[in-house]
């Protein structure tokens, strides 16, 4: 599916939502495993920072409920801040936050087979829920060890976030 066909969907269903992709991805042409870092600017900015830096490694999607009143223009300066040239997808999507049920930020979701089709669709995919802010790294390996159901591609995510470690 095309970047034009992923646009055309989200306009079918109905959404209205500003994208900030620092890198272009490919929309998935088929249903694909998904780990959401649910966020807001009312949060620390060192967990912000370390969750992009370590969110680059494995395609974290970073959520944002909304922007803060005031200047739009000033808002997404800040986030381009935060990324500090990081490719990191940063959007803006409430009804990710309804879907899962996020009431309380960090809370970081690993979503298992989402159709880029209908990633809105209700009921919500087989997920698990992390609240706090603590590392992308504990999350992941607590849920590789608490659920041996999700650890395969649990531990897709915690290659990616290891690959390089030892060479910086």
């Known amino acids: 599916m095309g ?49 992009f830096a370590d969110g680059e490694k494995i395609e974290l999607v970073a959520v944002l409920r909304g922007l803060p009143e005031g200047s739009t223009k000033a808002s997404l300066l800040r986030i381009k801040q935060l990324l500090g040239g990081r490719k990191v997808e940063v959007v ?22 989402i159709n880029p089709s209908c990633e809105h669709c209700e009921p919500a995919p087989r997920h698990w829920k992390a609240m706090g802010d603590v590392s992308l790294e504990v999350v992941l390996e607590n849920l590789a060890r608490s659920d041996p159901s999700a650890s395969g591609g649990v531990e897709q995510y915690l290659k990616k976030l290891h690959k390089g470690f030892y060479l910086k």
């Open 3 to 51: 970047d034009e066909q992923c646009l055309n969907c989200l306009r079918g269903l109905g959404i209205i939502g500003l994208c900030l992709v620092a890198l272009l991805l490919p929309c998935p042409a088929q249903a694909a495993d998904r780990l959401y870092y649910f966020w807001s600017f009312s949060m620390p900015e060192e967990s912000i920072k370390a969750a």
């Open 92 to 113: 803006i999507d409430p009804l990710l936050f309804k879907l899962y049920g996020i009431t309380a930020v960090p809370t970081m979701v690993y979503a298992e087979g």
